[in-house]
């Protein structure tokens, strides 16, 4: 018994310096050391986190921010912390059952005073080194759900972060065009004046203008709603400012999509608890079937012929004799009744069969979740190379062209203009395509299960 309770002790020492520690084995994302310590004021001062969050700011920073003031990973944290009282928990049923067991046990010097024929079962030390396991398999899996929380608050900040680089983009995009538009209304006002064009090209000039000024509009109330996302998964109040975050350019690289599935069945949280879950309900069908069947013995003990219990007193009589010798044999301990338990034996055979088929389909939709991550990453990636390297030069080469034409009367205003909207368009479409694929990348992190996959050969 001394034995198992210490290895409990151990256990929990270990789970308690694995949660402290962040498990870097098992972590979805180990950050700077460096940088926790340079932002720790932040976990609990908003001035600090604003200050982080200033203009420049790096999503190195952003994801230091969420790990330090997050309340869905507090949350976890602490449902973690509670699971690990469990294995106090575990040993002290057994530690009153055993100085139960002790008291009655000194007090049966005479069965038949006691009224029993022996005492209560002793609690088997095997069994408290199952509970021991069984409390671990409970905090593995609460390990494993306190990281797909960090996991999930990481991926939202992420996201966050590329949609606030979107729409700032964005908004330097269309202040571009709005340049661009004044001084082509500009210039086709002169045209005008000097009887070379028509008034419906002032008009159509002035209009895409104004179009392009509401939409200016449109992003900066999209901006707040992404400042505002931000300062909820860092529990923030509306006071603090969010700076624009500074340009990030798309990975060099995309992951090889089987080996990120073969790391995925390894590292994605859902499954490893669910592994976690699976452990836990067979070593507690092993506990019962340890406490409800009759384990092996040599038939040494009891004594064949019965439990002896003191002699009559002297001078008690020939009666009194013949009854303490009646008396004095006393059935042996029988084996214990485990028919009753059969039933419960059933259910929990058929958890375990149930813990493991929600294990298979965790896995199976761990790979789906890969595949579409993975798709959705190519395709904002094929989609950012198309705009970048051959739609926007091709543009740029349109309106320097339509330029030259309508200044020597070979192009139509409608077509300069177009030349003007699709640069915009272009230039739209490809932060756009930056912005998903950065996005693409944290959900293919996360359908992973880790954010090393940089590193998949």
């Not at 028919?339 to 493991?356: I, N, T």
């Not at 330029?403 to 915009?424: I, K, M, N, P, Q």
Request: glycine fraction near 8%.
């Amino acid at each position: 018994f001394a034995a198992a309770s210490e290895r409990l002790h151990q256990l929990a020492d270990e789970w308690s310096r694995a949660l402290a520690g962040g498990d870097g084995a098992a972590a979805f994302l180990a950050p700077d050391a460096a940088r926790l310590r340079e932002l720790g004021a932040a976990a609990t001062d908003e001035d600090a986190a604003g200050r982080a969050l200033a203009d420049g700011f790096s999503l190195e920073t952003l994801e230091a921010l969420t790990l330090l003031r997050s309340p869905m990973i507090a949350a976890k944290e602490r449902e973690a912390k509670a699971a690990l009282e469990g294995f106090d928990q575990a040993e002290q049923i057994d530690v009153v059952l055993r100085r139960y067991a002790s008291l009655v046990a000194a007090g049966m010097g005479n069965g038949a005073a006691a009224g029993m024929a022996r005492p209560p079962e002793f609690p088997f030390p095997g069994v408290l080194a199952l509970k021991g396991r069984i409390v671990a398999e409970t905090v593995r899996a609460a390990r494993e759900e306190l990281e797909a929380a960090r996991r999930d608050a990481l991926t939202m900040a992420r996201k966050s972060y590329w949609e606030l680089r979107y729409v700032v983009g964005a908004i330097e995009a269309t202040s571009r065009t709005i340049d661009l538009l004044e001084n082509l209304s500009a210039s086709v006002s002169a045209r005008y004046e000097a009887g070379e064009t028509s008034f419906q090209d002032v008009v159509r000039a002035r209009i895409e203008r104004e179009k392009a000024l509401e939409e200016l509009k449109t992003l900066a109330g999209e901006r707040r709603n992404m400042e505002a996302d931000l300062r909820g998964i860092l529990a923030l109040s509306p006071r603090v400012a969010v700076g624009t975050p500074a340009p990030r350019e798309m990975a060099a690289t995309l992951p090889d999509q089987q080996a990120v599935e073969r790391l995925a069945l390894e590292r994605r949280q859902e499954v490893r608890a669910a592994d976690a879950m699976v452990h836990r309900m067979e070593l507690m069908l092993e506990m019962v079937e340890t406490m409800t069947y009759p384990g092996f013995d040599l038939g040494l003990t009891p004594a064949a012929g019965g439990l002896a219990l003191p002699a009559a007193a002297p001078g008690s009589g020939a009666d009194a004799g013949a009854m303490g010798a009646e008396r004095a044999r006393v059935e042996p301990p029988q084996r214990p009744f485990f028919a009753a338990d059969e039933s419960y034996l059933r259910e929990l055979r058929q958890r375990v069969a149930m813990q493991r088929s929600e294990r298979d389909a965790a896995r199976a939709a761990t790979l789906v979740g890969v595949r579409a991550a993975w798709f959705g990453l190519d395709r904002a990636r094929r989609t950012a190379v198309l705009y970048g390297e051959r739609v926007l030069p091709l543009s740029q080469s349109a309106i320097d062209a339509s330029l030259r034409g309508y200044t020597a009367g070979r192009v139509a205003f409608s077509d300069l203009l177009e030349s003007f909207t699709g640069w915009l368009e272009g230039n739209l479409a490809l932060e756009r395509a930056r912005a998903d694929a950065g996005s693409a990348r944290a959900v293919l992190e996360a359908a992973a299960g880790t954010a090393g996959i940089e590193e998949t050969p």
